[in-house]
């Protein structure tokens, strides 16, 4: 049924239009303050940190605590900007944690150790990167559901990082390869130098979502992949690339593992995919695509991360502590469709 | 046997049907006719039980009937078969038959007793060797007919209402569609049978019923006698008159499409045209009859044999190259198909020409924001905020911003499909003026429409469309509403 409109209603509608427009320019000037829509994370952030400082005064306004939560955040950050490129592009990425392991893994082998702190570096991202363009190949190309492609991705990935180290933690030489350990080790004004890595990942994400071609067409891919390919858009492509820029995020992210636990190990990011979608949801990314932030995505790995870090200062139980997170899910989402909803027309 | 009278349906905006009466007698097939949102569909949901009627009566055998959801109309005795058949591909034959209403015992399904009432079904349509176990997916399209009317019967109907079933089958299944449509009627079922095609409704049908612009305009004409004239007439009587812009006085420039011998199985065939630039061309024809299936060929999103070149050279296939090339398309579903509804206007407007505002990928805002302002302005796209999302703007306007688009850059052809669909009367005298001077400045436009008023007012050439084939092709200036659907419906060419 097509819905040809009587001028009357019109008419109505044109009002409606500027009562819109109104609401639209405030918004736009409160943008410049700070994302407004992301006011609801903010204050769950500051409830946590206020629980915090009632709980344990002692233990965490402290710089180490919160060093150690930024470390903590900075490996499933990168990961986490990656997620949420997939996400917005209408995708699903379940093998980032898979894919970072079996990265550290293949950086850490005796054969790249040889070739010092920089090709292992590099292998990691290629490895990663690899993995990536392997999933976006089979689910632009070979039509997999992008659920398919990459559980079987995390099984394999998984399996191979297991045959590679023989199911050993393998270490990263020192002093040869000591450079990237200093990666954790190494601060400037107190903090880790991962936790820059992290940062610049971050702000590279949000300009590429931003500001260049290929983030607005992530969009549009995510949003309308139909309008997108009558737009002239390669969807498929642009799938593609998008995967292989989260197996980009799992290579850095290897590094960072590295750096922070000194060892590459199959066992390494059990679960993160998890974390990882978790954060994105929370952060106010609609799992079907279309719309996200990386802002958001970010705030709502922060609350995740404060969560785990407040259960651990409080000595309380790790169930518990999951059993919070799975609660927090569901409550994001269900204030974020609230939300959606007022601004439907 | 089924009476409606004054039968009113309000959906936001508009009022899809505004007083309807049907009579249908027991064993007769009663014909419904009317174009395109005249109401069959909104009139076929009322008595499946989609939709509620605000006002009006149902009396069905004496007694008042208010299906008030599709198991009330089952219960009934109401059958609809719809155009887009509604079975569920990956379950068997007999599970669709008996969908919803299994033969089971204790929630536990009785496959066995399911598959022999499937046969006997099937058998009374003239069809066993359908077979009871088959993949509903894998059966071709008649056989899917028939498992859906097996459905219908499978629910003891009195009533069946067939919508456009004849248009997703071939010549001789239409005969044994007719054929069990003959057998239902003599056991006293009473079928609604919806079809554009008039030669079919002279063959089946024994009383027409016709709708216009949500009324009915004549009822229970007979099917055999009355002239295709009154029946076109009653159909296309107006109310609202189009206004369109004077035709270009120049003539058209340089060839710019040319297609050849375009052809895809099962929609269009032999199809060959050219568009020259600062010429509108317009296809008229049925749903169904290749027309918009043809501007996808065009524009490689479908896979078609044939040739189609632009400005004298090939064009590769694929969307990609087509845009390369300086095509631009404004599909049939503006929603669906063309807007990121949540994004804002310029973001709309710049989407099929991002690389022409990015440096190395980085994106131009300012540049990019002032090409959509001024294109904004000049299709006088309001509210002129381009910065809002495109949801928040009326029909007319978001197809505005569809058409900036592809004035992006310069484009040399615009395929248009459906550009006023959904569009209220007054938008749309804006969007002729604006697709006439688009022409004017030397795009050349291929136009789709179901309204052949529109075709035909907007056009400068006409190309009338038949089940695939072009029946016709000639200057627009000359054609008249009547004559293009008499060759639409009775398939005789001028």
Sequence with gaps: MSEPTPPVRQA?????????????????????????RHLGLFVALALLVAVGLVTRPDAFATASNLVSVLSLAATIGVITVGATFVIIGGGIDLSVGAVMALASVWATTLATQSYGPVVMAVCAV????????????????GRLVPFIATLAMLVAARGLAQRMSDRKTQLVQQPDNGAIVSLSTTRVLGIPLLVYVFALVVVLGWVVLNRTTFGRRTYAVGGNPEAARLAGIDVRRHTMLLYALSGLCCGIAAILIMARTTTGSSTHGDLYELDAIAAVII?????????????????????FTLITNLFILNGLNTSDQLIAKGLIIVVAVLLQRRNLKERAP | MLVMRG?????????????????????????????NGAGKSTLIKVLAGVHQPDEGTITFNGAEARPGSPIDAIRLGFATIYQELDLVDGLSVAENIFLGHEHARLGFVDRAAGRRAAREVLERLGHPEIRPNAEVGRLPPAAKQVVSMARALSHDARLIIMDEPSAALAHDEVANLFRIIRELTAQGVAVVYISHRLEEIREIGDRVTVLKDGRTVAVGLPARDTPTSRV????????????????????P???????????????????????????IVGLAGLVGSGRSEILEAVYGARRAAGRVLLGGRPVRRGVTHAVRSGMGLA?????????????????????????????????????????????????????PDTERPVRTLSGGNQQKAVLARWLV??????????????????????????????????????????????????SDRVLVLREGTVIHEGDAAVLDEHRVLDMIMEGRAA
């Design chain 1, 12 to 36: 109505a509608g044109a009002r409606g239009a500027q009562a819109d427009a109104a609401r639209t320019n405030l918004l736009s000037g409160l943008r410049g303050v700070g994302e407004l």
């Design chain 1, 126 to 141: 290629l490895v990663g990167t690899g993995a990536g363009l392997v999933n976006g190949l089979l689910i632009a190309y």
């Design chain 1, 283 to 303: 952060g106010g990314t609609l799992l079907t695509g279309g719309r996200g932030t990386i802002m958001g995505s970010i705030l709502g790995l922060l609350i």
């Design chain 2, 7 to 35: 039968i009113v349906k309000q959906f936001p905006g508009v009022r899809a049907l505004d007083g309807v009466d049907l009579d249908v007698r027991a064993g007769e097939v009663h014909c419904l006719l009317g174009q």
């Design chain 2, 232 to 251: 076109v007439s009653l159909m296309t009587g107006r109310d609202v008159e189009y206004v369109f812009p004077p035709r270009s006085s120049r003539p």
């Design chain 2, 253 to 279: 420039g340089e060839e710019v499409l040319r297609v050849e011998g375009l052809s895809a199985p099962g929609a269009f065939s032999g199809v060959s045209f050219s568009v020259r630039a600062g010429e």
């Design chain 2, 331 to 383: 599909p049939e579903e503006r929603k669906a198909q063309a807007l990121l509804l949540d994004q804002s206007v310029t973001a709309n407007i710049t989407l099929g020409s991002l690389p022409g505002f990015a440096r190395f990928g980085w994106i131009d805002r300012g540049r990019e924001r002032a090409e959509a302002a001024r294109l904004a302005d000049l299709l006088d796209i309001r509210p």
């Design chain 2, 409 to 458: 850059g310069g484009r040399r052809l615009l395929l248009l499909d459906e550009p006023t669909r959904g569009v209220d009367v007054g938008a749309r005298a804006e969007l002729y003026a604006v697709i006439r001077d688009l022409a004017d400045r030397g795009i050349a436009v291929l136009l789709v429409s179901s309204e052949v008023p529109e075709v035909l007012g907007l």
